[in-house]
C-alpha cells in the first residue's frame, strides 16, 4: 500500500486549503484513511478519519465546522477540505490507512501505513 499526500500550501488565516491522498496498490480495503497532523516540537495528532464507504466520518473538536473529508472510492482517493484555517492549523498533515478498532483510531500507532506528508502553512 503506498500513499500519496498532496495539495498543502500556504495560505493566510481564513484561507481554505484541500489537501488530498491517493492510495495505490488497495482499493481501500481497511476500514478507515485518517488524516493526522504534526507541528514542529508537538506530537503527531488526529485531524479527521472516513469509513471505506465514507458512512462515517470523525473529526478532532478543534476542526469541527471548518474540516471536512470525504472520499472518491473510484478514484482511491481521499480529500481533507480545510475552510477557515487557523495559524494552529499549520502542520505537516499525514494520510494514513488501517483498520484499527474504533476505540483506537485516533492513535498514530493504529495505522500501518502512511504518506509522506503535505505541509499547511498560515500565516495571521
Known amino acids: 500500500v503506498q500513499l500519496q499526500a498532496s495539495g498543502g500550501g500556504l495560505v493566510q488565516a481564513g484561507s481554505s486549503l484541500r489537501p488530498s491522498c491517493a492510495a495505490s496498490?488497495?482499493?481501500?480495503?481497511?476500514?478507515?484513511m485518517t488524516w493526522f497532523r504534526q507541528a514542529p516540537g508537538k506530537e503527531r495528532e488526529f485531524v479527521a478519519a472516513i469509513t471505506r464507504f465514507g458512512y462515517n466520518t470523525y473529526y478532532a473538536d478543534s476542526v469541527k465546522g471548518r474540516f471536512t473529508i470525504s472520499i472518491n472510492n473510484a478514484k482511491n482517493s481521499v480529500y481533507l477540505q480545510m475552510n477557515n484555517l487557523y495559524p494552529e492549523d499549520a502542520a505537516l498533515y499525514y494520510c494514513?490507512?488501517?483498520?484499527?478498532?474504533?476505540?483506537?483510531?485516533?492513535?498514530?500507532?493504529?495505522?500501518?501505513?502512511w504518506g509522506q506528508g503535505t505541509q499547511v502553512t498560515v500565516s495571521s
Open positions: 494514513a490507512t488501517g483498520s484499527p478498532i474504533y476505540s483506537s483510531m485516533y492513535f498514530p500507532s493504529a495505522y500501518a501505513y
Open positions: 496498490g488497495t482499493s481501500f480495503s481497511n476500514r478507515y
